[in-house]
C-alpha cells in the first residue's frame, strides 16, 4: 500500500471531522473542567502527601494538563464504527476496496487526529495555560521526543481500538468490551493517575501492557522525569507495541472475518 493510498484515507478522516467541529467548541469546556476538577483533588492531596510519587504540585498539574490534552488528540471511535459497520452491513463496502479493512481504519485516525489537534488540543492547551500554572517541557530535546512519544500514542490507541472492533465479528454487542477497554486504558496509562503511584505488584504487571506508553510515557518525558537515553529506550519499546500490535490486528481480523456473514441491503 502506497502513502499516497493511506493519505487519501486520512484525507476523508479529516473531513468527515468537519461535519462536527461545533462539539469541539464544548469538548474545549469539558477538558478544561476535567483540568480544573483534577487541580483541586490534588492539591488537596497534595497538602497532605507533597511528593507523592517523585512529583511536585506544580508537576503535578502539568502531568494533568498535558495528560487531557494529548488524550484530546489521541482519543478516537474505531471500534465503535467498526461495530456499527458490522452490525449494519456497511462494512462490506470496505470490505470491495483494494485496501487492507485495518489500512481503512487506521489511516482515517490520522486525519482524525490532525482535526483534533487544529480544533481541541491546541485551543484547550491555551485556555488552560492561562489559567493554571503550566511548566514547559523540560528541554528542547524533551520537548522533540515529546512529540513523537504523543504521535505514537495516536497509533498506539488506533491499533487498540482495531483489535477490539474486530471482535465485533464474532460478538452480538461489545458494548461490555468497550467500557472494559475504555477504564482500563484510561487508568493504565497513568491519565488518572502516575503510574508511579501505583502499589509495587500493579506496576510490575503494567510494564509488561502498552497501556503506559499511550499517556504516562510522553508525560514524564516532557517533565524530563526520564533522561534522553530512558526516553529513547521507552520510545523504541513504544514502537515495538505499535509493530506487534499492527501485526496482531491483521491477523485478528483476517481470523475473525473467515465466516463473516453480511446482512441487509
Same mark, same amino acid.
Given at each position: 500500500m502506497?502513502?499516497?493510498?493511506?493519505? $487519501?484515507f486520512? !484525507?476523508?478522516?479529516?473531513?468527515?471531522?468537519?461535519? /462536527? !467541529?461545533?462539539?469541539?467548541?464544548?469538548?474545549?469546556?469539558?477538558? /478544561?473542567?476535567?483540568?480544573?476538577?483534577?487541580?483541586?483533588?490534588w492539591?488537596?492531596?497534595f497538602?497532605?502527601?507533597?511528593?507523592?510519587?517523585?512529583l511536585n504540585?506544580? $508537576?503535578?498539574?502539568?502531568?494533568?494538563?498535558?495528560?487531557?490534552?494529548?488524550?484530546?488528540?489521541?482519543?478516537?471511535?474505531?471500534?465503535?464504527?467498526?461495530?456499527?459497520?458490522?452490525?449494519?452491513?456497511?462494512? =462490506?463496502?470496505t470490505l470491495? !476496496?483494494?485496501?487492507?479493512?485495518?489500512v %481503512?481504519?487506521?489511516?482515517?485516525?490520522?486525519?482524525e487526529?490532525?482535526?483534533?489537534? =487544529?480544533?481541541?488540543s491546541?485551543?484547550?492547551?491555551?485556555?488552560i495555560?492561562?489559567v493554571?500554572?503550566?511548566?514547559?517541557?523540560?528541554?528542547?530535546?524533551?520537548?522533540?521526543?515529546?512529540? =513523537?512519544?504523543a504521535?505514537?500514542?495516536?497509533?498506539l490507541?488506533?491499533?487498540?481500538? /482495531?483489535?477490539?472492533?474486530?471482535?465485533?465479528?464474532?460478538l452480538? %454487542? #461489545?458494548?461490555?468490551l468497550? !467500557?472494559?477497554?475504555?477504564?482500563?486504558?484510561d487508568?493504565l496509562?497513568?491519565?488518572?493517575v @502516575?503510574?508511579s503511584? /501505583? @502499589? @509495587? @505488584?500493579?506496576?510490575?504487571? %503494567?510494564?509488561w501492557l502498552?497501556? $503506559?506508553?499511550?499517556?504516562?510515557?510522553?508525560?514524564? #518525558?516532557?517533565?524530563?522525569?526520564?533522561?534522553?537515553?530512558?526516553?529513547? &529506550?521507552?520510545?523504541?519499546i513504544?514502537?515495538?507495541?505499535?509493530?506487534?500490535?499492527?501485526?496482531?490486528? &491483521?491477523w485478528?481480523w483476517?481470523?475473525m472475518? &473467515?465466516?463473516?456473514? =453480511?446482512?441487509?441491503?
Open positions: 502506497s502513502l499516497a493510498v493511506a493519505a $487519501e486520512a !484525507r476523508v478522516g479529516f473531513v468527515n471531522m468537519l461535519a /462536527f !467541529r461545533l462539539r469541539y467548541y464544548t469538548g474545549i469546556i469539558t477538558y /478544561f473542567v476535567n483540568v480544573t476538577v483534577y487541580y483541586f483533588i492539591q488537596a492531596i497538602r497532605a502527601a507533597p511528593g507523592l510519587g517523585g504540585f506544580p $508537576e503535578m498539574i502539568t502531568y494533568v494538563a498535558v495528560g487531557w490534552i494529548i488524550r484530546s488528540m489521541y482519543f478516537n471511535n474505531i471500534d465503535v464504527e467498526m461495530a456499527s459497520d458490522i452490525l449494519e452491513g456497511k462494512i =462490506v463496502m470491495i !476496496r483494494p485496501v487492507g479493512v485495518q %481503512s481504519y487506521v489511516s482515517r485516525v490520522w486525519g487526529a490532525l482535526f483534533r489537534l =487544529v480544533m481541541l491546541l485551543p484547550s492547551a491555551a485556555v495555560a492561562m493554571f500554572p503550566l511548566r514547559p517541557p523540560a528541554g528542547a530535546l524533551h520537548a522533540a521526543l515529546f512529540v =513523537v512519544a504521535v505514537g500514542s495516536v497509533a490507541v488506533a491499533y487498540l481500538n /482495531f483489535i477490539v472492533g474486530c471482535f465485533a465479528v464474532r452480538k %454487542s #461489545i458494548l461490555g468497550l !467500557r472494559a477497554k475504555f477504564w482500563m486504558q487508568l496509562s497513568g491519565l488518572l @502516575p503510574l503511584m /501505583f @502499589p @509495587p @505488584p500493579l506496576r510490575a504487571v %503494567s510494564k502498552p497501556f $503506559e506508553h499511550i499517556g504516562y510515557t510522553p508525560m514524564m #518525558i516532557y517533565l524530563g522525569k526520564l533522561s534522553l537515553e530512558e526516553s529513547v &529506550r521507552a520510545l523504541g513504544m514502537c515495538a507495541w505499535i509493530a506487534g500490535l499492527a501485526l496482531f490486528g &491483521r485478528l483476517e481470523a472475518s &473467515r465466516k463473516l456473514t =453480511v446482512h441487509g441491503g
